[in-house]
């Protein structure tokens, strides 16, 4: 699907104030995750593997699908047009 750059930029305009950052800060994140991998990602992907086992808390956290949304419930309650995962 080809969208008008003109279309972007209407969208953003009718934004509140508040949410144009969100908006902003967002397709920073599109252009930096298209074109390479963050600033500091180099030095996490050299890091040695962390071995600490999870604590209880993180493992109930973990094993819990509360406040889990899979990405069709998204898709369907916000209207979007992508897959998601």
């Known amino acids: 699907m080809v969208v008008k750059k003109e279309d972007i930029h209407h969208l953003v305009d009718r934004l509140p104030e508040f949410d144009q950052k969100t908006a902003f800060d967002f397709l920073q994140y599109l252009i930096d995750r298209s074109g390479h991998k963050p ?29 889990y949304v899979t990405g069709e419930d998204a898709k369907r309650e916000f209207g979007l047009q992508v897959d998601l995962p």
């Open 39 to 67: 600033n500091g990602w180099a030095e996490i992907d050299n890091r040695e593997p962390d071995d600490e086992p999870l604590s209880e808390k993180e493992l109930r956290q973990l094993n819990t699908n509360s406040g």
